[in-house]
C-alpha cells in the first residue's frame, strides 16, 4: 500500500469512527451504515474481476443468498443472526465455488453472461418460493443483533457500529490476501496473462477457484449484514441494477485496488440518497452520468488520478 492510500485509508477510518459522535442522527448513520455494507460488496467484486480479471455479472446474487440464507435461518430457525452471517457467507461462498467450476473454460463476456444468468436464477427463486422466502413479499419481521427498535437511535447507532467493525476486518483479510500473499500474485498473474500464468507453474484453476469463492463469500457477508440491518429482504436484491451499481461503484473508485472501491462505493452511495430528494429515477442517472463522465476523463477511476496527473 502506498503512503498516499495508506494515508486515505487512515482517513477514512478516522472519519468512520467519529461519524455517530460528530452526526448522531439516524438519517445519517443510515446512509452511511449502507455505504459500508456497498463498500464491502464493491471490495468483493473488485477481489474476482478487478484483482483476477474474472468478469462477474452475477454479485447481486451472491448478495442476495447471504441476505436470504441469514434472515431465513434466524426467522425460521430462530438461529442467532451471528450464527446467521456465517452461515449466509459460507452458502455464497459454497454457490460461488460451484459456479466456478464450469466457469473455467469461460473467459470475458462468456463468464459475464453465465453470472448474469446465476443471478436471475436466484431472483426468479426468491420470486417464487413462498415458502421459505416469502416470494415477492420477502421476508420480514425477524431479529437483528441489538434487539432495540428500529426507528430508535440507540439501534442506528449498534447497529453503525457493529457494520462497521465487520466490513473493516473484511476489507483487511482481503487486502492481506491479495497484497501479501502468493495467492494474491497468482490472481494478478492470471489477469494479466492466463495462458503464461500457466507456463510459470501457475495452477490458474485452483486460484480462480479461490477468487470465486472469497469473493462470492464476503457479498454473501454483506448481503447478510444488509439484511439484518434494513431487516427486509425481498427479490430486489438480486436484479441486474444491484450488480451495475456495484461495477459502477469498483470502476469508479478504480480496479485492481481494495481502498478504490471502498471509496467509489462510499462517495457514489452518498450521491445516491443525496439526491433521492428528485425521485428514485433520476438520482440513478444522476449517478450513472457521474460514472460515464469520470470513466471518459479518469479510466483508471480515484485510484489512478495521480497517475495520470
Known amino acids: 500500500m502506498t503512503r498516499r492510500a495508506r494515508g486515505l485509508s487512515l482517513a477514512i477510518a478516522a472519519g468512520a469512527a467519529l461519524l455517530p459522535v460528530l452526526l448522531p442522527h439516524p438519517f445519517v448513520l443510515t446512509i452511511a451504515t449502507q455505504a459500508a455494507i456497498w463498500a464491502l460488496l464493491a471490495a468483493s467484486w473488485d477481489l474476482l474481476s478487478g484483482y483476477t480479471g474474472q468478469i462477474s455479472f452475477g454479485h447481486a446474487g451472491f448478495f442476495a443468498l447471504g441476505a436470504y440464507a441469514a434472515a431465513a435461518a434466524t426467522k425460521h430457525a430462530d438461529i442467532s443472526p451471528w450464527l446467521g452471517l456465517l452461515i449466509g457467507a459460507t452458502i455464497a461462498a459454497a454457490v460461488g465455488l460451484l459456479t466456478g467450476f464450469p466457469a473455467l473454460r469461460l473467459r470475458g463476456h462468456y463468464l459475464a453472461l453465465v453470472t448474469l444468468g446465476l443471478a436471475e436464477i436466484i431472483r426468479l427463486v426468491a420470486q417464487n418460493w413462498m415458502a421459505l422466502t416469502g ?66 507453474g501457475i495452477n490458474t484453476t485452483r486460484y480462480k477457484l479461490l477468487a470465486f469463492a472469497v469473493s462470492s463469500g464476503f457479498a454473501g457477508l454483506a448481503g447478510g449484514l444488509y439484511a439484518y440491518y434494513v431487516q427486509l429482504v425481498s427479490p430486489s436484491v438480486a436484479s441486474a441494477a444491484t450488480t451495475s ?36 429515477v433520476y438520482n440513478l442517472v444522476a449517478v450513472g452520468l457521474v460514472i460515464m463522465v469520470f470513466v471518459i476523463y479518469f479510466p483508471r477511476g480515484l485510484a489512478g488520478i495521480r497517475r495520470s496527473a
Not at 175 to 200: H, M, N, P, S, W
Not at 247 to 252: N, T, Y
Request: hydrophobic share 55%; proline share 3%.
Open 245 to 280: 451499481l456495484v461495477i459502477g461503484m469498483a470502476v469508479f473508485g478504480g480496479l485492481g485496488t481494495l481502498w478504490g472501491p471502498v471509496l467509489g462505493a462510499l462517495l457514489l452511495y452518498g450521491l445516491y440518497e443525496g439526491l433521492r430528494f428528485v425521485g428514485v
Open 135 to 200: 416470494g415477492p413479499f420477502g421476508i420480514h419481521d425477524f431479529r437483528s443483533f441489538s434487539g432495540l427498535p428500529a426507528a430508535a437511535l440507540a439501534y442506528r447507532q449498534a447497529m453503525y457500529g457493529v457494520v462497521v467493525a465487520i466490513v473493516a476486518v473484511s476489507i483487511a483479510v482481503m487486502y492481506l490476501l491479495c497484497e501479501r500473499t502468493d495467492a494474491g500474485k497468482a490472481f494478478r498473474a492470471i489477469r494479466e496473462d492466463e495462458v503464461l500464468a500457466q507456463t510459470l
